[in-house]
T-cell receptor, first 113, second 112 residues
Framework: DAGVIQSPRHEVTEMGQEVTLRCKPISGHNSLFWYRQTMMRGLELLIYFNNNVPIDDSGMPEDRFSAKMPNASFSTLKIQPSEPRDSAVYFC???????????FGEGSRLTVL | QQQVKQSPQSLIVQKGGISIINCAYENTAFDYFPWYQQFPGKGPALLIAIRPDVSEKKEGRFTISFNKSAKQFSLHIMDSQPGDSATYFC???????????FGTGTSLTVIP
């Protein structure tokens, strides 16, 4: 199994630009999570989907952030416009429902200048 | 509001020593308590997990101790090795909600 695949691994952009992060969950997993990791706040849950439906997006910082899951094998997290305070590592994770184990991707490191 | 509180923030242990990381939670509906290990440049990976029907779970050198009445659980790493140097996260979830709440992480350094 290839695991959770995220792209890009690194992104450097300028303030105001649109950023799109991509995730392919493990095949057969029906839950998908987006996390943000910073030194100050640790791992923060941004949003999670069950069966492609957003269940809880209360962790999304503000309207500049949006996430979609058009099908079971693909999700995007978009930031528009980006700001320097969005600089962080963004992780996608998936799980097979109630079995509980989260499988994380290797993350997308975003730097907004 | 931090659903899971973790301490210490960082820990330095001599090779062969015992590393202990503590977590506390408030929500009694939580019924699954995993620990994740993260190496630099990698995503967190499941290390060991426990459910509240047992007070202890051991896998090799790693042990989770669980105190349901105190709403606390801890990770013990016996005979700590330099290869254990990583960041450790505790977490809690409710199966029905399938939402995981993570602690703020503990950076462990094991000195040779």
């Amino acid at each position: 199994d290839a695991g959770v695949i995220q792209s890009p691994r690194h992104e450097v952009t300028e303030m105001g630009q649109e950023v799109t992060l991509r995730c392919k969950p493990i095949s057969g997993h029906n839950s998908l999570f987006w996390y943000r990791q910073t030194m100050m706040r640790g791992l923060e849950l941004l949003i999670y989907f069950n069966n492609n439906v957003p269940i809880d997006d209360s962790g999304m910082p503000e309207d500049r952030f949006s996430a979609k899951m058009p099908n079971a094998s693909f999700s995007t997290l978009k930031i528009q416009p980006s700001e320097p305070r969005d600089s962080a590592v963004y992780f996608c994770a998936s799980s097979r429902g109630a079995e509980g184990e989260l499988f994380f991707g290797e993350g997308s490191r975003l730097t907004v200048l | 509001q931090q659903q899971v509180k973790q301490s210490p923030q960082s820990l330095i242990v001599q090779k062969g020593g015992i590393s202990i990381i503590n977590c506390a939670y408030e929500n009694t509906a939580f019924d699954y308590f995993p620990w994740y290990q993260q190496f630099p440049g990698k995503g967190p990976a499941l290390l060991i997990a426990i459910r509240p029907d047992v007070s202890e779970k051991k896998e090799g050198r790693f042990t989770i101790s669980f105190n349901k009445s105190a709403k606390q659980f801890s990770l013990h790493i016996m005979d700590s090795q330099p290869g254990d140097s990583a960041t450790y996260f505790c977490a809690a979830s409710r199966n029905t909600g399938n939402q995981f709440y993570f602690g703020t992480g503990t950076s462990l350094t094991v000195i040779p």
